[in-house]
T-cell receptor, first 109, second 122 residues
Framework: QQPVQSPQAVILREGEDAVINCSSSKALYSVHWYRQKHGEAPVFLMILLKGGEQKGHDKISASFNEKKQQSSLYLTASQLSYSGTYFCGTEQYDYKLSFGAGTTVTVRA | GAVVSQHPSWVICKSGTSVKIECRSLDFQATTMFWYRQFPKQSLMLMATSNEGSKATYEQGVEKDKFLINHASLTLSTLTVTSAHPEDSSFYIC??????????????????FGPGTRLTVL
C-alpha cells in the first residue's frame, strides 16, 4: 500500500527550509528517501530504521516515528541543487518498497 | 561504491517485438533486484522482485508471461518485455539490494537504482 506524501509540491527560495511528510497506514520496518531529477533515476538519500532514529546528510535530515508510522524529510537552507522530486519508500518486513506519489521541490535563486 | 548500471538507456521498437533490458550491480553482489515502472510524473510502481537462482515474484496485475525476468547471477538481472505494445512505453528502472555485511556492498537494505531505460513502442 502506497504511503501518503505531503505536500505535493513546494517552491522555495535559496536558503529557505522545507519539510516533506510521509505517512503509512501499515506498521513499518524502515523508510527510505530518494530524490529524482527529471529524466533520471532516483538517487538514494538515506534510510531510517525502526527505533525512532534521525539521520542527516549535509543539510538534509530525516526522522522516523515508527509508532505513528510517519517520517519527515527536512531540507535546511535549501540550495538550487535540492530541486527535484522527493520520494519516500516504505518497507514493511519483506524488503519491498512502496513509494509515495512524490513531492516536487523547486528552489529558485 | 554501490553502482548499478542498466542497458540500454533508451530503446525504440516496433509493436510486437521483444526488448531485453539488463541490470547489473557493478561493485557488489545483489541478492535481490527489483524492477519498477514509472509513467510520466507518477511514482515508481514495483513490478517484480528477483532473487538470484529463483523465480521472480510478480506484483498483482503484472503479467509474468509478458515481463520475463531472469536473475542469472548475483550481479545480473534481465527484464524482457515480450510482444511490446505502445501501452508498454514507460521508464523502466531496476534497483539492487545487497546482502548485509558483504564487503563493498550496501550496509543494510539500501536499494540503489540503475539509471533507467526509456522504452518507446511505436
Amino acid at each position: 500500500q502506497q504511503p501518503v506524501q505531503s505536500p505535493q509540491a513546494v517552491i522555495l527560495r535559496e536558503g529557505e527550509d522545507a519539510v516533506i511528510n510521509c505517512s503509512s497506514s501499515k506498521a513499518l520496518y524502515s523508510v527510505h528517501w530518494y530524490r529524482q531529477k527529471h529524466g533520471e533515476a532516483p538517487v538514494f538519500l538515506m534510510i531510517l530504521l525502526k527505533g525512532g532514529e534521525q539521520k542527516g546528510h549535509d543539510k538534509i535530515s530525516a526522522s522516523f516515528n515508527e509508532k505513528k508510522q510517519q517520517s519527515s524529510l527536512y531540507l535546511t537552507a535549501s540550495q538550487l541543487s535540492y530541486s527535484g522530486t522527493y520520494f519516500c519508500g516504505t518497507e514493511q518486513y519483506d524488503y519491498k518498497l512502496s513509494f509515495g506519489a512524490g513531492t516536487t521541490v523547486t528552489v529558485r535563486a | 561504491g554501490a553502482v548499478v548500471s542498466q542497458h540500454p538507456s533508451w530503446v525504440i521498437c516496433k509493436s510486437g517485438t521483444s526488448v531485453k533490458i539488463e541490470c547489473r550491480s557493478l561493485d557488489f553482489q545483489a541478492t535481490t533486484m527489483f524492477w519498477y515502472r514509472q509513467f510520466p510524473k507518477q511514482s515508481l510502481m514495483l513490478m517484480a522482485t528477483s532473487n538470484e537462482g529463483s523465480k521472480a515474484t510478480y506484483e498483482q496485475g503484472v503479467e509474468k508471461d509478458k515481463f520475463l525476468i531472469n536473475h542469472a547471477s548475483l550481479t545480473l538481472s534481465t527484464l524482457t518485455v515480450t510482444s511490446a505494445h505502445p501501452e508498454d512505453s514507460s521508464f523502466y528502472i531496476c534497483s539492487a539490494r545487497g546482502a548485509v555485511g558483504l564487503a563493498g556492498g550496501p550496509s543494510y537494505n539500501e536499494q540503489f537504482f540503475g539509471p533507467g531505460t526509456r522504452l518507446t513502442v511505436l
